[in-house]
């Protein structure tokens, strides 16, 4: 594996850059692009370099983006930052001719919230002063691990990560409601959306399962792949590594969704 990071800009901004990874032997015409969690406000780009590594023995060109981190900057930044590194991985892909037709993108936790966008919406949504080094490549699916369905407001919300939305969002629940339905995943599920993995655990505490499989169904009803699979006894932010018996598991649904693709 070759590992090497490209900055977003040309004057260097922390956390804007993107780290890539070139398998020995391209064997797949799919790029994985990874997008890390952190509650929007914690969390770094080299935390799925396990994953980087093992996909890359199997012959994956695969990407993990940084995004600049709340409270700084709010959710609107942050897609132009995980936008501006999925463009430059194409970027990257293209130059060096690589033979790639499709990007999935897989996030966890926070990370799985900005993928989902990413996978769901256009770029000029949130981007549409900065010009793209490339056509937009629509990504082909979406991994969601342990992410949210909505991020309007629900029963019992854990008040760590309600405090967490309303950071990101820079808006308090009850005083705003359209920002939080904007940045809600499932508003933008239409004939359009990819399809979609969701890897969800028996011990989660932010974010409930009804509006995940809430999600599903609605994509399911456009035709589209979204399965839901419940780990029992892991818990929320169980999968940044590939060696524990969780994490195995998880493994063993990833790869055959990803195979289906090429």
Known sequence: MELYTKYYDENLVLKRAVDIALPKRLSRRTALFYVHGGGWSAGARDIFHEHLQYFSRRG????????RLAPSVRLAEQMKDVIAGYDTFIADIREKELPIDRVIVLGSSAGAHLASLL?????????????????????????SINGPGTMEQWDDMNADIRKSIEEVIGAAYGEETEAFRKASPMTYVDENAPDF???IVGKEKYFPHAYVY?????LQKHGRHADVVLFPEAEHGFFYGVDSEHQQEALKVLEPFLERYG
């Open 119 to 143: 996978a769901l919406t256009e770029p000029q949504q949130w981007n549409g002063e900065a010009k793209l080094r490339n056509p937009w490549l629509k990504p082909a699916a979406c991994v």
């Open 197 to 199: 993995l969701f890897l």
């Open 214 to 218: 809430e999600m599903s169904g609605k």
């Open 60 to 67: 994956y060109v695969c990407a993990s983006a940084g995004y």
